[in-house]
């Protein structure tokens, strides 16, 4: 090709998902001339397309179908009295996909982004080689380059997934009739949220992992009650299990043997045993870059790779593994790239939101972080059933958690169970970026009634005990 021909940019971003977008948006912003390649027609990766979007629209159609929030409204009975449709099911995530991508094209248009379609990989460490659909080849030179490939579900040998019956978190999106019997493989976050979305449904939903704790980074409070509620939710759990071979020879039923001998036969599988990085058609050899385990790229703490031009975040750098942080390391990598004090460093403190049913979040530290680095502290507890706004809502099994420091009472973690967990743990964010403690729950006067009215009876509740000072 004539070198001419080759177009130049300051920033190249592979991948379209929430990374590689924000990264070229916060490039943009900063005035730089910039290129985004997605392999697919659509912008949006495993974030809008496969992962956060479409799981948390169907979790919040599975609930409004069933009528779940109103359950326990005393004397009033809205649930699901028939089966819910696929159609029905399916409908809202794909308006609710397609209106995201159209904001996310718009934003990218507006930081004047180039945007080319097909799958690039390295032909040396500045030049980026785009193979488009119809084999057509473009060549991009980039002073600067972010990974943003993404992740892809592991696919374990054990499962035939070339069968309609077996499929993974990409393609239960593609369900075409509502399975009676799922089972579902992987106790971990995504297999968590879907048996949660499909038994509120009424489908028959088996959870089957190698563990016997379901999610164990949470706090173990928290985890024994999700388990509670979601077993009650008509989840049935099938703890140190392991699936040794799946037999999908027979039309109808897939037979699933587990390690322990026992037998299960369904119409639905569903495997969620983890996330391997988008790395292999990168040619990284061509860059200077190695891959690790799971084809994880190796970065410091600005997002940058062993080649100093050359960044990468999101979920092909590996663990949290989330939308919410792939998209704050992509700015940070951008500031560091271009010498801008934008974003230098991802916050110290993440949170994580699990969109089970009923919903978790935490922030911060837990009773065993604290007991490990040997720091006495305090915890407060207000239970969402001893409030109005629990009582209204009829949430019976919430409760928000609250760690202090003992002492000068600091608030050093938030973990919270029940409904709008995953937006209340932001309160206890905020509190704990601005250092505050106890005191300022007992300043802040809350509307009435709301949840946010947790956090002043749990910083009570620590206040109180902390007048004995020991672990609690
Ligand atoms: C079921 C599920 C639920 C989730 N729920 C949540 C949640 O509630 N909250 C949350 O924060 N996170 C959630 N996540 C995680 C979240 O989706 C990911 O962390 C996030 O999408 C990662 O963003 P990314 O930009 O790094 O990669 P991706 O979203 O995977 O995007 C990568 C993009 O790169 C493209 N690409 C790959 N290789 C090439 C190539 N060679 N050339 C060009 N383009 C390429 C891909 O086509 C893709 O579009 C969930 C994930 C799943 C699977
Ligand atoms: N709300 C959120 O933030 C959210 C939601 C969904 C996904 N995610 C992201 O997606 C990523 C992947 O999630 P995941 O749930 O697929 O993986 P995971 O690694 O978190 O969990 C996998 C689970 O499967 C079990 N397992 C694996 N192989 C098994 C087998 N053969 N038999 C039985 N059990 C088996 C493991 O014990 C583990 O509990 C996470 O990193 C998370 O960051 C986030």
């Not at 587990?258 to 996330?275: E, I, Q, Y």
Request: glycine content about 12%; aromatic content about 6%.
């Amino acid at each position: 090709m004539n070198p001419e021909s080759i177009q130049q940019f300051d920033l190249i971003v592979i991948g379209g998902g929430p990374a590689g977008a924000s990264g070229a948006a916060a490039a943009g912003f900063l005035g730089k001339h910039v290129a985004l390649v997605e392999k697919t027609c659509d912008l949006g990766g495993a974030g809008i397309n496969t992962g956060t979007i479409p799981s948390k629209t169907l979790r919040e159609t599975a609930l409004a179908l069933s009528g779940w929030r109103s359950r326990r409204l005393f004397g009033v009975d809205l649930s699901l009295r028939r089966a819910a449709t696929i159609g029905e099911f399916m409908g809202h995530q794909q308006n609710v996909i397609a209106a995201e991508r159209d904001r996310s094209e718009a934003r990218l248009a507006a930081r004047g982004v180039a945007r080319f379609t097909g799958s690039a990989s390295f032909v040396d460490p500045h030049l980026i080689r785009i193979v488009q659909a119809g084999g057509t080849e473009i060549l991009l030179r980039g002073e600067k380059i972010l990974i943003a490939t993404g992740s892809s579900p592991l696919r374990p040998a054990e499962f035939c997934f070339s069968d309609d019956r077996v499929h993974d978190s990409d393609e239960i999106l593609l369900l075409e009739a509502m399975p009676k019997k799922l089972v579902v493989i992987g106790g971990g976050v995504i297999g968590s949220e879907y048996a949660g979305t499909f038994a509120s449904l009424g489908v028959e939903t088996h959870l089957v992992d190698g563990r016997d704790t379901l999610m164990p980074f949470l706090d173990p409070e928290i985890s024994r009650t999700l388990a509670s509620a979601m077993a009650e939710n008509g989840v049935q759990f099938h703890w140190k299990e392991r699936v040794t071979s799946c037999d999908a020879t027979k039309p109808g039923e897939v037979v699933l043997t587990l390690s322990s001998g026992a037998t299960l036969s369904c119409d639905g599988v569903l495997v969620c045993a983890g996330r391997k990085s988008n790395t292999d058609d990168l040619n990284l050899a061509a860059a200077g870059i190695a891959p690790g385990n799971r084809g994880l790229i190796p970065v410091n703490g600005h997002y940058q790779s062993a080649v100093p031009h050359i960044y990468a975040a999101g979920d092909v750098v590996g663990p949290p593994a989330l939308a919410a942080t792939g998209i704050e390391q992509a700015r940070v990598a951008v500031s560091d790239a271009f010498g801008s004090t934008f974003k230098s460093d991802l916050a110290t403190l993440l949170p994580t939101g699990i969109y089970t049913i009923p919903e978790a979040s935490m922030i911060g530290e837990t009773e065993a972080s604290l007991r490990e680095k040997g720091i006495e502290f305090v915890v407060g507890r207000a239970r969402y059933c001893d409030l109005p706004r629990g009582e209204i809502i009829g949430d019976q099994t919430g409760f928000l958690k609250l760690i202090f420091r003992q002492g000068d009472m600091r608030l050093l973690g938030v973990h919270i169970i029940g409904e709008q967990a995953t937006e209340l743990v932001h309160v206890g964010l905020i509190a704990m970026l601005a250092e505050a403690g106890a005191e300022i729950f007992n300043r802040a006067c809350f509307n009435y009634p709301t949840l946010g009215d947790l956090y002043k009876y749990a910083a009570y509740d620590a206040l109180a005990k902390s007048e004995q000072p020991q672990m609690y």
